[in-house]
């Protein structure tokens, strides 16, 4: 039994550029609430949240950006190469994150979680958990994946991974190892029964019982066994313009989740959205001119934002095409508001805007909740 009554808490590690996110929404697909650690540790050095002055007051203020913020890029030139200082900084954002960490889970309403962590067994976070899990890949996949996810080159790649303990060292402690270096049907397959095994009663992608009143539109949540449902209807409600494959959507999903809009029982709009870092981002949305936009369009949000919540999410994201923009009415009604990456004013938020905004686009902003984690204290 691990540190959360009710919960079972799997634990996620592996090396850089083995996959361990693409897991995680992996597991987050068959109902895990899934934590970033690693992005909590960014959220607590942000200005004004709890852990800024202490690093400041550590190593000095020249490890401020321009915009006041820790340049966590020099910060990290100094303490990847300092092994004094970098103890002296997982001092300050430990216990933060592990606050963090526990304020979610007591919160969550799903009874797995998972916690993607690169340091889940060196920060003593591991024996909380009631489940080890490790991703490994092959040294190549891992630059190849580096190279071309991250933008590094090859030997700042291999830098970063032998800066980092052997895999093996991992894979020893794990309970379960995941061999992520194949297609993601291959990786999806062994998460899947992995998880059979852990949780035998659960039916993995269940079908979900909707009834619904003639001309009435619902929302589903998309599973992968619907991915050539998907890729097919993006093709047509595109017109061509964004032609997907079954596997263009299968690796999709090891980044976000897919709604489809239904009625009678007919696909008739998409939706790709993602939640990182408590922020709900949607950037796919195609809907099928047989549907009022508006209506639809609000079914679809609606959606959106209830899972949200429910995944403790503070702001919702809408990315939608420029022409778009003269319809700020519209967009009001549904409680959202036309924004600039720069007004958001939450350094997270702004992370997360610039990550996933797509060109040619237009930003709307939806708060879901007051308080926040890692706010000042």
């Known amino acids: 039994m691990g540190a959360w009554p009710g919960k079972y808490v799997i634990g996620l590690t592996g090396n850089i550029g083995t996959g361990k996110s693409v897991v995680r929404k992996m597991l987050e697909h068959l109902g895990a609430y899934g934590i970033d650690a690693d992005a909590l540790a960014n959220r607590a050095i942000a200005k004004g949240a709890p852990g800024f002055q202490p690093v400041v007051d550590t190593f000095g203020r020249w490890t401020l950006g321009p915009d006041g913020q820790i340049d966590r890029a020099r910060l990290g030139r100094l303490v990847f190469n300092d092994p004094e200082a970098l103890q002296q900084l997982e001092a300050i954002v430990h216990p933060l994150v592990f606050q963090a960490i526990d304020i979610l889970i007591r919160r969550s309403s799903q009874n797995v979680i998972v916690i993607e962590a690169i340091k889940l067994l060196e920060s003593g976070l591991a024996e909380q958990c009631d489940s080890i899990w490790v991703t490994y890949a ?20 291999l830098q970063r991974i032998r800066a980092q303990p052997p895999q093996e060292k991992k894979v020893s402690a794990a309970h379960i190892v995941i061999r992520n270096d194949g297609a993601f049907e291959s990786t999806w397959m062994q998460v899947v029964s992995s998880w059979n095994k852990l949780f035998p009663t ?39 313009k964004r032609r997907m494959s079954r596997e263009d959507v299968m690796a999709a999903f090891g980044e976000k989740a897919f709604l489809l809009l239904r009625v009678a029982g007919r696909p008739m709009g998409v939706a790709g959205w993602k939640v990182e870092n408590l922020v709900a981002r949607t950037d796919d949305v195609y809907i099928d001119n047989g549907l009022t936009f508006v209506d639809a369009l609000r079914t679809l949000l609606a959606e959106v934002e209830r899972v949200s919540r429910e995944l403790q999410c503070e702001i919702s994201l809408l990315f939608l095409p420029e022409s778009f923009a003269e319809q700020e009415t519209l967009f009001r009604s549904l409680g959202y508001q036309l924004r600039t990456i720069q007004s958001l004013g939450v350094r997270a938020w702004e992370e997360a805007a610039e990550e996933s905004m797509p060109a040619d686009s237009i930003m709307l902003f939806k708060q879901l909740r007051q308080d926040r984690v890692l706010r000042p204290v």
Do not use: F, W
């Not at 040294?139 to 790649?157: F, G, N």
């Open 138 to 157: 092959p040294q190549e996949l891992q630059i190849s994946r580096l190279v071309q996810k991250r933008k590094m080159d090859e030997a700042a790649a």
């Open 202 to 240: 659960v039916e993995v992608e269940a079908p979900e019982a909707v009834e619904a009143a003639p001309g009435e539109i619902l929302v589903q949540r998309a599973r992968p066994r619907e991915a050539d449902e998907i890729a097919m209807l993006i093709t047509h409600l595109s017109q061509g």
